[in-house]
């Protein structure tokens, strides 16, 4: 009988773990997209049963009016992120996103990122990310530079030549984001 219960008791504690990641990102999401076709989901807050990154947003705004942005989904199948990073940034606009970002991160000007961090498809080679030619839109809403909140949406088209992948990333959004 004890070991009846015991085993009760352990099956309801990993039901209840394993249903907790989903509705934790619901609660609180910060930044939400899909890309290609599969929801997207970035949280910010408590991480009480948030997968590792507890904090899975990042923002910064830096002197030279560049805001980088960092979004990590992290409590589905595989982890994947979303970088923008958005140069002379004075307040609600349209940013064009179009140059493409190397391998160390770094662009002549605004850039979009897909990145696998631990597990990618097979034959990824390079950078998923945003060109002349696959380009996308930052379009800032609300912009408080006092009380550092942000609120945007994003698309955008990001490739990767070697393999020939192409990742749609659409209806992307920031609500209410702290920087």
Do not use: W
């Amino acid at each position: 009988m004890r070991f009846t219960f015991t085993s009760f008791l352990l099956c309801l504690l990993l039901i209840a773990g394993l249903s907790g990641c989903g509705a934790e990102l619901i609660d609180d999401p910060i930044m939400t997209a899909v890309v290609n076709g599969r929801p997207f989901t970035a949280c910010r807050g408590s991480g009480k049963n948030i997968a590792l990154p507890k904090d899975n947003v990042t923002i910064t705004y830096d002197i030279d009016k560049r805001l980088l942005i960092k979004g990590s989904d992290s409590c589905k199948d595989t982890i994947r992120q979303i970088h923008l990073d958005i140069r002379d940034v004075q307040g609600p606009g349209t940013y064009l996103i179009d140059h493409p970002e190397n391998l160390g991160g770094n662009s002549l000007g605004n850039n979009g990122s897909l990145k696998f961090p631990y597990f990618h498809p097979p034959t990824l080679r390079g950078n998923l990310t945003t060109s002349s030619q696959h380009t996308g839109r930052f379009i800032l809403t609300k912009f408080d530079e006092k009380n550092r909140r942000l609120s945007a949406t994003f698309e955008m088209d990001v490739y990767e030549p070697n393999s020939g992948f192409l990742y749609r990333i659409r209806e992307g959004k920031l609500q209410d984001a702290p920087f």
